[in-house]
């Protein structure tokens, strides 16, 4: 990028971070009723560093759950205009006696910067900020249009944002997407994903008797609704993790034979994955499918959480009359969401053991993503990306989600730039969540350059 | 009885239960560490109470976790001695948002006394505290000698009492086991019970990868340890209830003909155990056996509880590292608890998923028992109970377990007379749990009028 703005960027490298850590300390956890208070305050935060960078009409959107912030500068006239997108929302800590330091206090050790949202999404997002504000420092003025769209429910399914961008395509209008939430393929990769799995995530109930049964009296007789939700659940895939919900692979196609080359190309150490980042004694999955593949191109059903009957310490002899379980199928292009969803519904139905009653309560429903690497904002992130981190860029997928990407593509017609400076071991949604803090600041020299060449674009 | 113990126990209806509701406000919850003070507190009261009612050399004896209570009453000269039991531990109370009434206020309501441990055991524990304070304040003597032995680990294994039993038989030596631990048939019915099933305790750990993952970036590759635990215990039964771990089966003999006969005259409801006492849309179990055959002749295997994951409000894209699950199994007469333990452990190492590590803890393992009916002391307590309810008393099994009578059993060589005056819908481990105020008296009255009887039995 141009001298001067590098030479901002680098002469700011500590008071960007401090700045960070201000917003990491802030414990917004969407999804617990006693953290709402917080996640205002994260709004505000927000909002108030966006008018820090030069951004104007900034904007505290209040909706049905978490609020939305909303700003925009639009002096470029005959530019084009990116969209921005973050979330400033995080899930929560637990199990909190596995960090080494606490979430919300970040501290940096061996190069990175550790706290819950350090690389989901508070770190990536707020390098859009930093971008934005050292371009208008060095040059006085930004070479495209932007637009800040940064929401407080991300991690909750985020229908409040699905909603406004649904009902405010006009006012949001723009030409690409900037979406930095997602990982580089490795460290020192420049990384951009063309790909997203969808996701519906659900809460099945079940109930048996009435009230907690004494084992001894009535064992042999009488439901048990933790073993019911058991036996349901373990028919959800076979042995070797294929999903056996009706119809669930029919709408699946594989990747292209270019996209799958080119994954096959990827530096991916099977050894090194296993032990490195999942830490398991083998892995497990679809057969006759790449690693790549089963996490990027298929469709999987996890049980993130299962509770019901007694848990304490000690013995109690209760035959429980309640249980409930967590429980989610990622999608891939093609796949319905609404039709996944019911399929669903209909095996929990089809498949609810005598004596017991389930419900199936489905909580989130997101398709899956795909973008175009030829469009000129790809092309020309991927140029800029190349040209800051010194190696060519690769594209992949990612098996996570991010809503949002749908809805622009959905609502405003637009494709979305993910560019995202996390790694595959920074343990998002995991105890010692980091973000490697020199990708912190390439990703602000990315992004920063990324907007001049595209204000050349044109 | 004779009269003047009769009079002192309906002169004495409110003390006696007075006294009753205030060993029932102790939560005495014996497997949570933090109510080990209210355990102690709960020893000291009996033998207050045992003191109170003339018993001699008291002694609170120390453990390896909760204390005995032990006294003596041996005045009665080539008199038969009665060896009583009963425990003054409970069960914990959850779910506590369940009681009409908190669980450790006593209140009396349509004619029932409810609180935790009412029926299950202080209630009926009391009642044998009670005939001796009657009998001994009606003739200042015993017709028979007494011993008691009162434990606080009943519901977490009743470790220390079988080891104390083991070692000091010659300190125990009596001529019978007093339990009133069991039920009435039902309302009305005098009911001796003559088996019980045994029980190991167990707990099942699974370790899946080193820490919670995202389930968008490892799910299709990442084994789950809550799923993983799930497969496995869902192998554990047949659908129909069938136990499938290997040999449980093969010790397991039908009961005798006369017993299974008079089993199919007592009045059973199906229909009625279904919508009062269980509360489900139907009964589960193996197919081939009555419900009393299922509950009191046939091994069952329960999950008491299983955690793992996030659970949590809301949504948590995890897949869990780590699960755990209570698992029992119940067991009949002939059956060895440490060969079925074994066979468990057997099971569950044979059936743990790939990539996952599994450990099961046997935290207690007691076997069944069966006593004779033609026992004098069992035909002397079936005659009393019979004169003071009015009608034959019924021979019945418990599917629940009274450690402490295998003990009697096998270290003094005693059989044990089963005298409960609780109901089948008394609720015990559950909400609401209570014992049926008039019962509480007629248990008094049954026991006086044992002893009277059993001391003219030599």
Redo the contacts between chains.
């Keep these: 990028m141009s001298q001067p703005v590098e030479a901002f960027i680098d002469a700011n490298r500590d008071r960007f971070l401090e700045e960070l850590f201000a917003l990491l300390r802030i414990p917004s956890i ?4 006693e953290h709402v208070p917080d996640v205002a305050q994260a709004a505000g935060f927000v909002a108030e560093a966006l008018k820090g960078a030069g951004v104007e009409n900034v904007e505290i959107i209040p909706t049905a759950r978490h609020p939305l912030v909303y700003g925009e500068w639009l002096h470029a006239p005959g530019k084009p205009t990116v969209l921005c997108y973050g979330h400033y929302d995080v ?2 800590p ?2 909190l006696e ?1 960090w080494v330091t606490p979430p919300f206090e970040p501290a940096v050790r061996d190069g990175n910067i550790y706290a819950r949202g350090s690389a989901d999404d508070k770190g990536q997002m707020y390098m859009h900020i930093k971008a934005v504000e050292a371009l208008r420092a060095a040059s006085g003025t930004l070479p495209v249009n932007v637009k800040f769209l940064i929401e407080g429910e991300e ?3 985020g229908a409040s944002i699905a909603k406004f961008v649904g009902e405010n395509a006009a006012r949001l209008k723009a030409d690409v997407g900037l979406v930095s939430d997602t ?1 580089l393929y490795a460290e020192g990769i420049p990384t951009l994903c063309t790909g997203l ?1 969808g ?1 519906i ?1 659900t809460e099945v109930d079940a109930r ?17 609704a ?2 019911a939700l ?2 349901l ?3 959800a ?1 076979s ?1 070797d ?1 294929a999903i056996q919900v009706t119809g669930i692979y029919d709408d699946v196609t594989p990747p292209a034979p270019a996209e799958k080359s080119s994954w096959e190309s990827l530096p991916f150490r099977e050894e090194e ?1 296993l032990k490195r ?10 057969p006759g499918y790449s ?1 790549l593949e ?2 990027w191109a ?1 469709p ?1 059903l ?19 009359a309640k ?2 379980a ?1 429980v ?1 199928i ?1 999608l891939v292009p093609r796949q319905d969401p609404d039709k996944v969803a019911g399929a669903f519904q209909e095996f929990v139905k089809a498949n609810t ?5 389930t419900e199936v309560r489905v ?2 429903a997101s398709p899956a993503v795909l973008v175009d690497p030829g469009h000129p904002a790809i092309r020309t992130a991927a140029e800029a990306f190349q040209q800051v981190m010194g190696r060519p860029t690769v594209y992949i997928r ?4 991010v809503p949002i990407v749908g809805d622009f593509n959905r609502h405003l017609g637009i494709p979305t730039v993910m560019m995202g400076l996390g790694l ?1 071991d920074d ?6 969540e980091k973000f490697r803090l020199e990708n912190f600041y390439t990703g602000i020299k990315a992004i920063a350059l990324f907007f001049e060449r595209y204000g050349q674009t044109s």
Aim: hydrophobic letters at 30%; aromatic letters at 4%; charged letters at 20%.
């Design positions: 969407s999804t617990l009723p899930q929560p637990d199990p596995e991690e909750v399914g990982s799995r996701l995530y048996g008797p009435a009230k907690d049964l004494h084992s001894g009296l009535y064992g042999g007789a009488a439901p048990n933790v073993y058991i036996e659940l373990a028919k895939k042995a993790g994955f980042e999942v830490g398991a004694s083998r892995l497990t999955g679809e690693v089963r996490i298929r999987t996890e049980v993130h959480g299962i509770a019901g009957g007694f848990t304490g310490a000690g013995a109690k002899t209760v035959i429980p249980a409930t967590k989610s990622r053991p005598a004596g017991v009653q909580l989130s990612s098996g996570g989600s595959p343990g998002l949604h995991s105890p010692n």
